[in-house]
């Protein structure tokens, strides 16, 4: 027996020396072949040379496997959004490798730079080492530097959006770049907002304190909680105001809400496409400066396309990958 | 790996260390595949396998007694796919025609194709079968249903279904000697190539 599994595993078995192995099996049951082959397994009895295709292969599996558990679903309702964060939370660890090497090598940073990012229509969690916990939103990107993080300093780069948790430690201060301007926190949580395609960051500080230096006046302030900070990164302005309750609406796309309150519509459509993954365009005829006040989900594309179409009085065409906004006929 | 590199790798894991869930599978995952490809003679399968045992390492990774090995412990997680995977393989009757290809070439110089090709080749070969033939040969050689089943979902007699299987498996056997035979010159004259070429250059 033995020796025909060897023959069968080195591949030079004969369809007579098939035919005795297939009558040999047929009457072994599971539970000794199961021996069998941990012997085999232990001993390393079986030939291991695989190509060098194989090693991509495996290369790639790792990726994925890593993918898989640390990815966040994309689409939710509240509460299968509150079991997968348990779950999560457990299956999330320090380091969430959410790219592939590919986009390292690509960005060129270094090995001991740490990224997570997400697309278009994705959203993640990251667990860093010092127990902060940042939420992304879509086409969000958080770098830390492995070695120091935690060590020397509490650094990290930051763009997009994403909600942060930061743990308190006050000889160490968390420290956020996100382009020309640093945020400094001891422990706190607030919401951060930079898109490199916009002039505007914003922060809404929910609990602690927070400290924010512009990169080019070099001025430096101070946000108290419920207080929404501005900064506009082309004069290097910021400001701040107290809004207690619409600056909540600046963290509920966590629960999967997109709020608007008196945007432009184009703003609305960038919104949009950027939480669904999806191409949005908007005919000629439609201005986009028309405001928007509203509730939009996050989690179903038709009702929201519904609801523009209602308020606007205006059609959607869905042809190929893309939706386009047409004025009512 | 060292038993203490390991009890330290097995308690990084249990507290959640992505890291070491890497360095395990840098240590262990390539020989796993290697293992897996022997006995299943399939790719596609000794993937699915590493990339489920690996997973499952992960998603039980509170559940590890330390009593076991890293080695020990993988195998307990394959162990299951792997021999049902095997047992399938070693009963298809598609390896069974492998096996009288391979048992063709006496040559040692020539290489035979790998299972996994073989069996790709054949899918192809029964793609140019017509639809009816496709379908019993498909539910007949590889879902293993008996002509008694086939004839009930298909609702046909049992005597169609044999007269269409022993004639698409004709046509099947026919196409795939031409493509082998194919192949095998391919293989030939590559390797004449290179001896010649070796013997120009030397």
Redesign the interface.
């Known amino acids: 027996m033995e020796e025909l599994l060897h023959k069968?595993?080195r591949?030079?078995?004969?369809?007579v020396e098939?035919d005795l192995?297939?009558a040999k099996?047929k009457d072994l049951p599971?539970s000794e072949?199961?021996n069998i082959?941990?012997n085999?397994?232990?001993n390393h009895e079986?030939?291991?040379?695989?190509t060098s295709d194989?090693?991509v292969?495996?290369r790639q599996?790792?990726n994925?496997?890593?993918y898989?558990?640390?990815r966040t679903p994309t689409r939710y309702n509240l509460v299968t959004f509150f079991t997968a964060a348990a779950i999560l939370s457990?299956?999330l660890?320090?380091?969430?490798?959410l790219i592939l090497p590919v986009q390292i090598t690509s960005t060129n940073y270094s090995a001991d730079m740490v990224m997570v990012q997400t697309a278009a229509g994705e959203r993640a969690t990251a667990y860093l080492p010092d127990g902060t916990i940042v939420s992304m939103n879509y086409a969000s990107q958080l770098t830390w530097d492995e070695t120091s993080f935690n060590h020397k300093s509490r650094c990290v780069k930051f763009e997009g959006e994403g909600f942060f948790q930061v743990s308190k430690n006050a000889s160490l201060p968390f420290e956020i770049e996100s382009g020309q301007l640093t945020v400094r926190v001891t422990g706190t949580s607030f919401n951060l907002r930079w898109r490199a395609d916009k002039n505007i960051a914003q922060l809404y500080l929910i609990s602690g304190s927070v400290q924010l230096t512009s990169g080019i006046t070099g001025e430096c302030i101070s946000v108290k909680p419920g207080q929404l900070a501005d900064f506009d990164s082309q004069t290097g302005l910021l400001e701040c105001h107290d809004q207690p309750e619409t600056g909540l609406d600046q963290t509920r796309w966590r629960d999967n809400e997109l709020v608007f309150n008196a945007s432009p519509l184009s703003h609305v459509i960038s919104e949009l496409s950027g939480s669904y993954g999806i191409q949005i365009t908007m005919a000629p005829g439609i201005n986009p400066q028309t405001k928007f006040t509203g509730t939009l989900p996050g989690g179903d594309l038709l009702e929201a396309m519904h609801t523009l179409e209602v308020t606007f009085g205006l059609v959607t065409r869905i042809h190929g990958g893309t939706v386009e906004l047409i004025p009512y006929p | 790996m060292d038993t203490r590199t390991e009890t330290k790798l097995i308690i990084e894991l249990k507290l959640?260390?992505?890291?070491a869930?890497?360095s395990i599978?840098d240590a262990y995952?390539?020989?796993l595949?290697?293992?897996c490809?022997?006995?299943t003679?399939r790719?596609e399968d000794a993937?699915e396998i590493?990339?489920d045992v690996?997973?499952q390492l992960?998603?039980d990774r509170t559940k590890i007694r330390s009593e076991h090995t890293l080695?020990?412990l993988l195998?307990i997680m394959a162990?299951h796919r792997?021999?049902n995977s095997?047992?399938a393989t070693?009963?298809a009757p598609v390896?069974?025609a492998y096996?009288?290809y391979?048992?063709t070439i006496i040559s040692p110089d020539a290489e035979?194709m790998?299972?996994d090709e073989f069996y790709r080749l054949f899918l192809k070969a029964i793609k140019r079968l017509p639809l009816k033939q496709q379908k019993i040969v498909r539910m007949s050689k590889i879902r293993h249903l008996s002509n008694k089943e086939i004839a009930h979902t298909l609702s046909l007699s049992e005597q169609t279904v044999k007269n269409q299987l022993s004639t698409g498996m004709k046509q099947l056997r026919a196409m795939l000697l031409k493509l082998m035979t194919l192949l095998i010159i391919i293989q030939q004259s590559l390797i004449l190539l290179i001896i010649s070429y070796n013997q120009i250059y030397s």
């Open positions: 069968y595993m591949g030079d078995i004969s369809s098939l192995l297939k099996l599971d072949l199961e082959f941990a085999i397994w232990q079986f030939p291991t040379d695989i194989d090693y292969k495996l599996l790792k994925r496997i890593f898989r558990t640390s457990i299956i660890t320090l380091v969430t490798y | 959640g260390s992505k890291k869930l890497g599978y995952a390539s020989e595949y290697a293992y490809v022997c006995l003679k790719r993937e590493v990339q690996f997973m992960w998603l080695r020990n195998y162990k792997l021999i095997f047992r070693v009963n390896f069974e096996t009288s391979t048992d035979p790998e299972y």
